[in-house]
């Protein structure tokens, strides 16, 4: 490294490193998200969150979804949440379970949900998120998963008891 870019670099560790706002166990948390697929699909997430550690949160989501010429389609899944919460920026990674009902055939059929997300949480109270999920189609054998991608916004409530770092 440079003698230049050392004061650069520090100051990005000092950036990435400063946490003014981290989950911590007792909290809850509510988000909702659009999200876009091919198909083109388009989408809506509403979850919801209990922080059972610094680091796990359990809940369920709802994802209705519409496609262009096929009609829509709604599933639920209970989630579960891993996430690396030291940073601002906070990378998590999700798997969701549930059942899923596509208003041409009725009926439900298995939902499965897998999701990557960075979250960018500037203050204690909210955050703003990306994220990228590969879900079943509730149309389609749970063998043909379908990728999404998303923006939310994340509200966090109630006390945490944890201690931040």
Do not use: K
Request: charge should be neutral.
């Amino acid at each position: 490294m440079s003698p230049r870019s050392a004061p650069l670099a520090c100051a990005a560790i000092a950036l990435l490193a400063a946490s003014p706002a981290g989950a911590t166990q007792g909290e809850h948390e509510a988000s909702a998200a659009l999200v876009v697929g091919g198909g083109p699909v388009l989408g809506a997430d509403a979850q919801w969150l209990y922080h059972a550690s610094d680091f796990w949160a359990f809940g369920a989501t709802a994802r209705p979804r519409w496609s262009v010429g096929a009609a829509g389609a709604i599933a639920a899944d209970v989630t579960a949440r891993y996430t690396v919460d030291a940073l601002t920026w906070i990378p998590s990674v999700a798997l969701g379970a549930g059942g899923g009902w596509w208003s041409d055939h009725g009926g439900v059929t298995p939902a499965l949900r897998a999701e990557l997300s960075l979250a960018w949480r500037p203050a204690r109270s909210w955050a703003i998120v990306a994220r990228a999920d590969a879900e079943t189609d509730p149309a389609s054998p749970p063998t043909s998963p379908r990728w999404l991608f998303g923006v939310g916004y994340v509200r966090y409530f109630g006390r945490g008891i944890g201690v931040d770092l």
